[in-house]
């Protein structure tokens, strides 16, 4: 039975009970409903309603039924929220809502049995109607199976199969083998990317055996209860730590469905750093967002933004999503999961892009959505442990639903390419409190000083098949089917095991320490299952209640023996026309690059995501007194006390890569680096490791797998020469959208590089805002020992080219040299400010310096930079810095670079009492407004944000962000320490029983799922 009850805001709430509630109980409902009216014998409402899918139970639904079971209302069973519209044209979105034409009694009514098993007999139709991208090799492969086996295989078995082996999770291009233009390479892709650690292994202690890798890291607090089982004191206790790094993307899913595509493409990767070695801790985020261009409208709605660069290409009648829809909603997704699984996202990027040239069509229509992250852990465990026959097999998290079905093949192809249905039903939804629960649970065992954990992994792709076969996989085990949960009675057997229902995690525990474990979920509420055990028999099966196995094959016959892929290709010299521009139009110019939404105000993103959770951010975007997105590095400590902690940045280059790739790798990672550059690390660049993510058309056209190769030669040959490993990374090799029509836009081949490593003083990290004092110099330092090049550049796409001729890392050894004066410099105390050159060039670079103050401009003079042609000066994006020194080192800093061969050129100092960025260059000179420039750089944020803002507050943040700076005021007596109050933070450790009554004390009260209390 369905009851409705009609909420303040006029929504209606359709409660599912199982039996008749009393009056009591409505009230109670009532009350929860926030005073909502109960609609009494009101079995069918009228109108038209937006509610959600009726086959799919939302997350909120999960929450609300559990906290009336809390409240003590049995018999509650579903809850959904349903929405009032005019008609039956109203907007709504049809990837997770449906239009209702009325509200009855049959609105979670799902006509569908559990299908049957099947024994498939026809492979090749099975193959094309699941949408399993199964290569005719594999298909071989799958029938010589058969025939050891004596019989037809299951659909579990070959949809399992296909998942836990796509190129999604396997993948087999990167381990497969390449000829180009008729020569076998010698290397594969991994052997290219795994010679960077072997050649550089620096303090890499976990690398390529896990979906997270793991770094030396410093000797830090651990701050946990005492007892993780029940209410305790909290303790410190030193740890020796690892630093954890981790990528990956989620680009089909965000396509199809950005909300959740999104933010489960960042729980996935959340889970991925709770589940490497034996468990793990994340701390902070990031993320990034490339997609076609947005085609923004003016405050009317309607009026197109004049941008000519965007008509390169028509609009499509794209598949799923607008451009600008994707945008907005995964930012919110992947905003929206941090926020409420409590991790910071404190670093990012986005890029638009669209181009057409010598009959080719690029843009990013399948969308690149990268989440990645640092955290950390213990040294003692990071590595996972050896299974042993018995341990049980443990899944913690939520129930099974009809989620994501076929994900990890589906992601492996074009989108588009299969059905409609096939790709939604791939489609998963995000349940952050969920993850957190399941979370708090690993937190605890870790921060245990004996952790049970043998070995853990996340359900992601393939669901438990991938999962629990990965965690048994060295001695094969059994799962029994009726222990899992179940929160769709119609699924079969094949979408029990396969679905990727999110927010799950599988352990191996030891039978002894099962007890322990289970009172520590219950504390959590975190839902905990023992579903299975090892067995020793390198077998795996997933047995059901009555005995029948869906699925029953050995271990070497799921992973060990699937085809080599052989890529053959030829390599295609592709030529772009250059550029070309007047000296005359250098305000034009930059006007058009400040509204790029890769150089432009990034203000739409920081303000709806938690930059500060945890209580240990010591560097996030937000900077100055009027806190704009400018920083490039976020820094986070790693505990409460010490000083110690992580950096992190990002770095990409796919305009360059697609004249060269090899200069498109070479340049993100150089960005990366420039970006991290700020952050005082604990060995220079020795400390670094980097991530980096493959995003490439593969098979889509002539030449795109050679550019591939030569785009991860080129990385490995770079990164080897500068001495920095990759110990982890992620490929999506299908990044091409079909349409309808037949028409494929090919997304450009891209790279997003990672960097990440350890911080010696959180306190020393240097900012990009401008101190405003005449009594400073900066300085221009050039990492590229290049000529200014303009090809690849931000300027050329906001003229709608590309250009041939681009800009990348001449000597390596320079470059180092560079990198490693900056940061000896940070250490002496030298750098006031300093921010990186990269998109919209050193022009960009000097405004942005300036945009977070309130007052002052700069006087710049070019006359040292080498070259001839102002427009490069202006917007070349060859890697480099702005620095900014006091005049009392500017002696030492002269002489430190000139000693240590580094070119450098003066180029200007603050100009407090003027507000403009006045800059000259032999003959030419040009001033230009900053509060104008900002004006300009701003307004493509406003635009994005009055689309996800409501009733005028992105009109209201657009005219008052630059009125309200920050100031901080104390009392003249305050110091923000302790000892002020006298208190001793260590107090802890050297009271009594008679003395720990003189303490104060405080209590943290807390919820299941919620977050923030550590830092409370």
Known sequence: MILFFRTQSKSVIATEVNHALSDAEI??????????????????LQGYYVGPRREMI???????????QNMSLDGILRIEEYFPVSSKEADYDPMLQRMYDGLDQTIFTVNHEPEPIKRVEDLEKFNEEEGLALSPEEMEYLHKIEKQNGRPLTDSEIFGFAQINSEHCRHKIFGGE?????????????SLIKKTTKENPGKILSAYKDNVAFAQGPEVEQFAPANQSTSDFFRVKPIESVISLKAETHNFPTTVEPFNGAATGTGGEIRDRMGGGVGSWPIAGTAVYMTAYPRLTEDDGTTPVLRDWEDILPIRQWLYQTPEQILIKASNGASDFGNKFGQPLITGSLLTFEHQENGEKYAYDKVIMLAGGVGYGTKRDCLKGEPQAGNKVVVVGGDNYRIGLGGGSVSSVDTGRYSNGIELNAIQRANPEMQKRAYNLVRALVEEDNNPVVSIHDHGSAGHLNCLS??????????DMSQLPIGDKTLSAKEIIANESQERMGLLIDEKHLDHVKKIAERERAPMYVVGETTGDAHFAFVQGDGVKPFDLDVAQMFGHSPKTIMKDETVERKYENVSYSINKVEEYLQRVLQLEAVACKDWLTNKVDRSVTGKVACQQCQGEIQLPLSDCG?????????????????????????????????????????????????????????????????????????????????????????????????SLS????????DKIISPGTVIVTSGGEVSDVR?????????????????IDFSFDEQRLGGSAFAQSLGKIGSDVPTVKEPQYFCDCFDAIQEMIRRGWILAGHDISAGGLITTLLEMTFANAEGGLHINLHDIKGDDVIKKLFAENPGVVIQVADEHKEEVKEFLTENCIGFARIGTPSPDKRTLSIADGDWKAEFDIDAMRETWYKTSYLLDRKQSMNGMAKKRCQNYKKQPIEMKFNTDFTGTLQQYGLDADRWKTSTPNTHHQTPKAAIIREKGTNGEREM
Not at 178 to 190: A, H, N, R, Y
Not at 764 to 780: A, F, G, I
């Open 635 to 731: 820094v986070v400590a790693l505990d409460y006390r010490g000083h110690k902690g992580i950096a992190t940045a990002l770095g990409h280059a796919p305009q360059a890569g697609l004249a060269s790739p090899e200069a498109g790798s070479v340049l993100s990672v150089a960005e990366s680096l420039t970006n991290i550059v700020w952050a005082p690390l604990a060995d220079g660049m020795d400390s670094l490791s980097l991530s980096a993510n493959w995003m490439w058309p593969c098979r889509s056209q002539k030449g795109e797998d050679a550019r591939l190769y030569s785009a991860v030669k080129a990385l490995s040959d770079f990164c080897c020469a500068i001495g920095v490993n990759v110990p982890t990374g992620k490929d």
């Open 58 to 68: 939302t997350p909120w639904s999960t929450n609300a039924v559990e906290i009336t």
């Open 470 to 479: 990965e965690l048994v996989e060295e001695c094969g085990g059994k799962i």
């Open 735 to 742: 990044l091409t959208q079909q349409y309808p029509n037949g």
């Open 764 to 780: 020393q990290v240097v900012s990009p805002v401008l101190v405003n004092d005449k009594n400073t110099r900066l300085y221009h």
């Open 178 to 190: 390449f000829v180009i233009d008729g020569k076998v390479m010698e290397s594969s892709l991994f």
């Open 27 to 44: 009230n109670e409902l009532c009350w929860l409903y926030g005073d909502a009216t109960y609609l009494q014998n009101e079995e069918t």
